[in-house]
T-cell receptor, first 115, second 118 residues
């Protein structure tokens, strides 16, 4: 079965400094992977997705994620944090239930951005 | 606007009551979902419907009963509410329900309904 593990429950950075949110995956084959973001009191929004076309995936709002098979990782990065990046971030992998698709969410990483 | 919408946004009720949450999507998608997000932000799928047919039921208590009058609507009715039902409930939709393509996993989420049981 596929699963994802987010290594940090909380990450705190200063505005203008780099962001690194870590995610490891477990899969018996080359997986598909997503990052979703949830701003306070809002629904979830797709940030980016790994399609196996390229290992470095660019998403919205300047975020990127790099798929590293050797490390079974799909870490999310951004060169310079903005106050508006403060949110909950979820690493997500696909799963199946009775032959139908479903999403399996990591536990989430809360990103705090300080002035 | 094209979107997934939920009503109500907030719901406060007492233990033992019965309540419903409504979801509508105008994206033309065939598949809709209910997720529960607990106080620790952990998200888990509860149900999925495809064209009004229940296709995923993730061992949710019988007190929870989803209903899909048409493929654009998926409602969640909860009987005999318990304290542990307090959570944020998210509705989502996707254009496909199966297949290995990553695009078959893209889901669009509503803003959530915060349910508080006292």
């Amino acid at each position: 079965a596929q699963s994802v593990t987010q290594l940090d429950s909380h990450v705190s950075v200063s505005e203008g400094t780099p962001v690194l949110l870590r995610c490891n995956y477990s899969s018996s084959y080359s997986p598909s992977l997503f990052w979703y973001v949830q701003h306070p009191n809002k629904g979830l929004q797709l940030l980016l997705k790994y399609t196996s076309a390229a290992t470095l995936v660019k998403g919205i709002n300047g975020f990127e994620a790099e798929f590293k098979k050797s490390e079974t990782s799909f870490h999310l990065t951004k060169p310079s944090a903005h106050m508006s990046d403060a949110a909950e971030y979820f690493c997500v992998c696909p799963g199946f239930s009775g032959g139908y698709n479903k999403l399996i969410f990591g536990a989430g990483t809360r990103l705090a951005v300080h002035p | 606007d094209t979107a997934v919408s939920q009503t109500p946004k907030y719901l406060v009720t007492q233990m033992g009551n019965d309540k419903s949450i409504k979801c509508e999507q105008n994206l033309g998608h065939d598949t809709m979902y209910w997720y529960k997000q607990d106080s620790k932000k952990f998200l888990k799928i509860m149900f999925s419907y495809n064209n009004k047919e229940l296709i995923i039921n993730e061992t949710v208590p019988n007190r929870f009963s989803p209903k899909s009058p048409d493929k654009a609507h998926l409602n969640l009715h909860i009987n005999s509410l318990e304290l542990g039902d307090s959570a944020v409930y998210f509705c989502a939709s996707s254009p496909r329900t199966s297949g290995r393509s990553i695009y078959s996993y893209e889901q669009y989420f509503g803003p959530g309904t915060r349910l508080t049981v006292t």
